[in-house]
Every structure is written in C-alpha cells, then in structure tokens.
C-alpha cells in the first residue's frame, strides 16, 4: 500500500515544505516584510538576522520536509515533523495574545493562529495515516 492512496498523507509535507521554503525565501530577500510585525530591520545587522536565523531557518525546514525523502526521512517523520511546527507557532502565537492581553488588537494573530493550528492538525492527521501505511508494507 503506498501513501498515495491518501492525497492528505501525500501532499501535506509538499505543502507545508512550499510555504516554509515561499516565506524563507521572502525573508531572504526582502526582510522588510516583517515590519508588518513592527520588526524593526532598519539597519544592516538587524536584516542580517532576520535573513539568517527567519530566512534561513524556514528554507531549512522548507528544505527538509520536501527533500526529506532523499535524506531517508519517511512521510510520517516529515508530517510529524512539519505537524509540531505549526501547532508550536500556533499555540505560542495564543499564548503571547493573552500575555498582551489587547483582545482588541489581536484579530490578525487570532486568524494566523488559527490557520497554523489547523495546518498543524492536518499534519497530524497526514501522519498518523503515513504511519499506518508505512507499518503495512
């Protein structure tokens, strides 16, 4: 039984590894996209940063979750993996909304909180059904 019976188990660490290798490779070049965050990369050093620990750090992953299979990594790890980020994120994103405690202002963050925790649990789902098809070949 191949994992490609289940577009979800299939696709989802193609996906996830798109959007993080898209958003590093956008911080890479334009680290200005994080003032929308009021990330100030007014001055060399700062952009240096962000390029090499955002930028970079998300093309790593990126990097990982689509070429894992090629560095012996099974779908399910690559889900799980891809899963823990997301909900990580998420979870941490609610978690610094009610450390601010401005519900108000926190309409953005609710909506990016509420994507990633449901792209986390969607990995969850991928992996535990990679899981199952990789324990029957």
């Not at 009021?38 to 990982?64: K, L, Q, Y």
């Not at 399910?76 to 401005?102: N, P, W, Y």
Request: hydrophobic share 50%; proline share 4%; with cysteine.
């Amino acid at each position: 039984m191949t994992s490609w019976r289940n577009p979800i188990t299939a696709l989802y660490p193609h996906l996830s590894g798109a959007i993080f290798f898209g958003l590093g490779v956008l911080t890479l070049i334009r680290p200005e996209v994080l003032e929308y965050y009021s990330i100030g990369v007014d001055n060399a050093p700062a952009r240096t940063a962000v390029r090499a620990m955002i930028g970079g750090g998300e093309v790593g992953i990126g990097v990982v979750l689509l070429g894992g299979a090629w560095l012996g990594l099974y779908v399910s790890q690559r889900c799980t993996l891809a899963a823990m980020i997301f909900v990580c994120v998420g979870l941490a994103r609610l978690l610094s909304v009610g450390f601010e405690g401005d519900l108000v202002l926190a309409s953005q963050p609710l909506r990016e909180a509420s994507l990633e925790l449901t792209l986390g649990c969607l990995g969850v789902y991928a992996a535990i059904m990679a899981r199952k098809t990789e324990l029957d070949v």
